[in-house]
């Protein structure tokens, strides 16, 4: 197996601190912060392009690492690279693997150009992020800046002490608001009284429970495959309209999934699936490795093999 460095964005450091091109070593930090921002932001972008995935596909973390190894003449103007691996297989399953990088390096790229120019902020940015994104840069002067422009755009844009203030000032608090909610609860601490509900569809939310709410919580989470939780009480959001936890629960009620009457008038699920085999074109089984059936979780999710 084999890979290339791709260049995602560059970043330069601005002010007398980084003359000569010389990157003080206090801004590593920096850079730190920007892998972390876009690593974290590549992850929610692709969350809400496929909510029905629970996990992320293979290989994803090492795909939104942003490497450092070289610094070009200027202030400071650090290309920031990524290794992506060439490989048939990984091509099979995902296509278009630097795309999530590429999505979220031109994400961070418009949140601070609307920032400095007094606009909207991105739709896709997670409001929960801003946050993070405000405090990217706190370590530099006031006369100092970091300017980014992702590949492929003719023109960066400096983040300046004013527009993380400005950034700052968009960040809004969080906000209660009553909750009635369903789910799986897939992770409990009963000495800490928390546990994780899991809705359809949705995010973990964390759950705060008393000793006399325990029963229920055990119950839940160990038959969690045919049992869900409802929990009703006040709940965290944060800005955009997440909610993060439940700290005040009212009643907490074990739900059994309703079962979904028997169509029978529904097609067969043998002649749906030999429909879509018939589909697929012959040199696409042509490509699919011979170990798939045995190591399909390494395929998809860069488990070891059996």
């Known amino acids: 197996m084999s890979g290339k460095w791709i260049?995602?964005?560059?970043?330069?450091?601005?002010?007398?601190r980084f003359r000569d091109h010389a990157l003080d070593l206090t801004a590593l930090g920096e850079l730190a912060h920007?892998?972390?921002?876009?690593?974290?932001?590549?992850?929610?972008?692709w969350k809400a392009a496929h909510p029905t995935r629970e996990r992320l596909p293979a290989h994803f973390e090492e795909r939104t690492r942003l490497c450092l190894r070289r610094i070009q003449p200027g202030s400071a103007t650090t290309p920031m690279e990524v290794y992506i691996e060439e490989s048939a297989e990984l091509e099979l399953f995902e296509p278009e693997p630097f795309r999530d990088l590429t999505n979220a390096v031109d994400l961070a790229y418009r949140v601070y150009a609307a920032?400095?120019?007094?606009?909207?902020?991105?739709?896709?940015?997670?409001?929960?992020?801003?946050?993070?994104?405000?405090?990217?840069?706190?370590?530099?002067?006031?006369?100092?800046?970091?300017?980014?422009?992702p590949v492929g755009r003719e023109r960066g844009v400096l983040i300046t002490d004013e527009v993380r203030r400005r950034l700052a000032a968009r960040i809004d608090k969080p906000y209660e608001?009553?909750?009635?909610?369903?789910?799986?609860?897939?992770?409990?601490?009963v000495r800490q009284g928390k546990c994780q509900l899991w809705p359809d569809g949705g995010h973990a939310v964390t759950v705060s429970f008393t000793e006399s709410q325990e029963a229920e919580v055990t119950t839940a989470l160990k038959e969690h495959k045919?049992?869900?939780?409802?929990?009703?009480?006040?709940?965290?959001?944060?800005?955009?309209?997440?909610?993060?936890?439940?700290?005040?629960?009212?009643?907490?009620?074990?739900?059994?999934?309703?079962?979904?009457?028997?169509?029978?008038?529904?097609?067969?699920?043998?002649?749906?699936i030999a429909e879509i085999v018939a589909d697929v074109p012959p040199e696409?089984?042509?490509?699919?490795?011979?170990?798939?059936?045995?190591?399909?979780?390494?395929?998809?999710?860069?488990t070891p093999k059996k």
């Open 7 to 16: 260049e995602a964005v560059r970043l330069s450091f601005k002010g007398a």
């Open 34 to 45: 920007f892998q972390k921002l876009i690593a974290e932001t590549a992850k929610e972008l």
């Open 115 to 149: 920032t400095a120019a007094d606009a909207e902020l991105p739709d896709e940015l997670p409001r929960e992020m801003v946050a993070d994104y405000a405090r990217w840069g706190e370590t530099l002067a006031a006369d100092e800046a970091i300017e980014i422009r």
């Open 177 to 189: 608001d009553p909750v009635d909610l369903v789910g799986d609860v897939l992770e409990a601490n």
């Open 226 to 272: 045919s049992l869900k939780l409802r929990v009703r009480g006040r709940g965290e959001f944060l800005p955009g309209g997440r909610l993060q936890r439940i700290f005040d629960v009212d009643q907490l009620s074990i739900v059994a999934p309703a079962q979904a009457d028997y169509d029978r008038s529904a097609r067969p699920i043998e002649d749906v």
């Open 284 to 302: 696409v089984w042509e490509a699919l490795p011979e170990d798939l059936s045995d190591n399909l979780d390494h395929y998809l999710y860069g």
